[in-house]
């Protein structure tokens, strides 16, 4: 099956497994979604991620972290902001900060994929991608 927006099918997989407690989870391979991994992986959010099969099959293997003896996720909720029918753009000025900067907003910028906090330190605004806490 096609998806149309790789990244909100990324971080519906996600959710889906955290609510499941699932130790890992697959998703189609992109580069968008392998950049979206990375910064999660710098970030904490999940323990780590790699690439498996070939050609038209290949996927991400996503591996999720669980905190405290009951597992419960270290990713409380995932939000996607920008879409394909409503893009959302924000100058350096404007970036947004999630919860007060507990949580993060993942950015697509000319410099690549980053949290806002990076974006901030590098002077650069982008399309806002999603929200994670």
Not at 23 to 38: E, F, G, L, R, W
Not at 67 to 75: E, L, S, T
Not at 99 to 113: C, E, H, K
Request: charged share 25%; hydrophobic share 40%; proline share 3%.
């Amino acid at each position: 099956m096609a998806a149309n927006d790789t990244i909100a099918d990324m971080l519906t997989r996600i959710r889906n497994a955290n609510l499941a407690r699932h130790q890992t989870t697959q998703v189609p391979a992109a580069k968008m979604s392998q950049n979206i991994a990375k910064v999660l992986r710098e970030e904490g959010f999940i323990n780590d991620f790699e690439t498996a099969g070939e050609g038209i099959e290949t996927h991400l293997v996503i591996s999720l972290k669980y905190k405290g003896k009951n597992r419960q996720p270290v990713i409380t909720a995932l939000k996607r902001i920008s879409r394909p029918g409503l893009r959302v753009y924000s100058n350096k000025k404007d970036l947004p900060r999630v919860l007060g900067g507990i949580g993060i907003a993942i950015i697509s910028t000319s410099s690549g994929i980053m949290t806002d906090r990076e974006a901030r330190q590098k002077n650069l605004g982008g399309e806002v991608l999603c929200y994670v806490w």
